[in-house]
């Protein structure tokens, strides 16, 4: 099986997609994370990437479609993948097509956590983790039982994200609707997108997933 799964920055795609993983055995295939990897081991498409990145320029599409094609050829055809960050234009949705049509494989779910811009603004300036475990909190729906106390190990010191302002949350929300928009019409018409409210609680958004999977992630 192979699924996109949408959603800005915030919208819980990490968490989702962490969950199918372990639930399903699915590979989460983030090109960002496949660049810096392909890059590190010094594949043949990690040196290409490198070449252009030292030269201060942006990847090329092709580059891209070959480290996600290099990367499924590593897994083989039985893994299930889900696609994080890519396909962003639609250059690269017929890109995708091609590569998964070459390997025998085929797209079967575009999956989009839906958000409202103010609550996911809401969401994401009101959380803090704790400096020393990690746990979460958040200002308004999770604070410490005890004040400055963390429930799990005790510390008096937590910690915020630098670029979880309003003023970067509403920027990557207006960077994720520009370059969302011209790839759903291509998934639309041929009947493969749902929609998920990506507000709801973690547990409600994946038995959201998983009924839209149905017997295909068994």
């Not at 795609?13 to 989460?28: D, F, I, N, P, Y």
């Not at 890109?95 to 079967?108: C, E, M, N």
């Not at 729906?141 to 309003?166: I, M, T």
């Not at 009947?191 to 997933?209: C, E, F, P, R, Y």
């Amino acid at each position: 099986m192979n699924i996109i799964l949408l959603g800005p920055p915030g919208a819980g795609k990490g968490t989702q997609a962490s969950r199918l993983e372990s639930e399903h055995g699915m590979v989460q295939l983030s090109t960002g994370d496949m660049l810096r990897a392909a890059v590190k081991a010094g594949t043949p498409i990690g040196v290409q990437a490198k070449a252009v990145m030292d030269a201060g320029e942006l990847v090329s599409d092709e580059i891209v479609s070959g480290l996600i094609g290099e990367r499924l050829d590593e897994l083989g055809g039985e893994t299930s993948v889900i696609f994080d960050g890519y396909p962003r234009t639609a250059a690269q949705a017929d890109s995708l097509d091609q590569i998964l049509a070459d390997r025998g494989r085929k797209l079967d779910h575009v999956i989009e956590l839906v958000v409202e811009e103010e609550a996911l603004v809401d969401r994401i300036t009101g959380r803090f983790s704790c400096a020393k475990c990690g746990a979460g909190y958040h200002d308004r729906y999770k604070l410490p039982k005890v004040e400055n106390v963390c429930d799990v190990c005790g510390s008096s010191e937590f910690k915020r994200r630098p670029d979880d302002n309003e003023e970067t949350v509403r920027t990557r929300m207006a960077e994720y609707r520009a370059k969302t928009a011209p790839i759903l019409p291509i998934y639309e018409a041929r009947g493969i997108v749902s929609k998920v409210d990506g507000m709801a609680d973690i547990d409600h958004v994946n038995d959201a997933i998983e009924a839209i999977l149905g017997s295909d992630a068994s």
